[in-house]
């Protein structure tokens, strides 16, 4: 079945300690999403890429990191000097260019700091 | 600034008891609305794209349309397997791609 893999589906860390939520997907997209989303919020914007070994910067960015080595593959690395990383993490990938590109997600990533 | 405003926050209705939800956008070159279905510790689902005023989609009991500054989710005649918050997000002209969302309005729908 084709789709996106996010692991693991919850995680807890301990303040200080660094993490990396995996997202894989297998839809053959070229442009991949990580977007944060907390109660009563919107999901907002953490990273992006477009193509493999090139990402961008998204509204809420400071904190994390991001890798795109691979078209399947974008980690993300949540540092100690993230704040508040305690969220509902979402992985979108979707085909680029300049239509119209539908958005699909995966399950998610329950992060809990202890 | 691209902004994305749902209401209400919260929708209670009774199963069969029809309703609409609102999207109501500000965004410089809309190039698609975009609504989603969002189960409770799962990743949204998407439902349906709107890219122009005057478009409609339907898909069972929903049904998408789309103004200059607005979109309307309607319900019709809705089940209890139809309670999940819906999401709205726009795509503005420029973007690489990249959606703005609303912070949803959270259904509920009673037997």
Redesign the interface.
């Known amino acids: 079945d084709g789709g996106i893999t996010q692991s693991p589906k919850y995680l807890f860390r301990k303040e200080g300690q660094n993490v990396t939520l995996s997202c894989e997907q297998n839809l053959n997209h070229d442009a991949m999403y990580w977007y944060r989303q907390d109660p009563g919020q919107g999901l907002r914007l953490i990273y992006y890429s477009q193509i493999v070994n090139d990402f961008q910067k998204g509204d809420i960015a400071e904190g994390y990191s991001v890798s795109r080595e691979k078209k399947e593959s974008f980690p993300l690395t949540g540092t100690s000097a993230q704040k508040n990383p305690t969220a509902f993490y979402l992985c979108a990938s979707s085909n680029s260019g300049t239509g119209v590109n539908i958005q699909y997600f995966g399950a998610g990533t329950r992060l809990s700091v202890l | 600034e691209d902004q994305?405003t749902q209401s209400p926050e919260a929708l209670r209705l009774q199963e069969g008891e029809s309703s609409s939800l609102n999207c109501s956008y500000t965004v410089s070159g809309l190039?698609?609305l975009?609504w989603?279905r969002q189960d409770p510790?799962?990743?949204?689902?998407?439902l349906f794209?709107l890219?122009s005023a005057g478009e409609e989609k339907e898909k069972e009991r929903l049904k998408a349309t789309l103004t200059k500054k607005e979109s309307f989710l309607h319900i019709t005649a809705p089940k209890p397997e139809d309670s999940a918050t819906y999401?709205c997000?726009v795509?503005a002209g420029g973007s690489?791609?990249?959606?703005i969302?609303?912070?949803?309005t959270k259904l509920s729908v009673k037997p």
């Open positions: 994305v190039r698609g975009f989603y510790g799962k990743g949204p689902e998407f794209t890219y999401l997000a795509q690489q791609g990249n959606l969302f609303g912070k949803g």
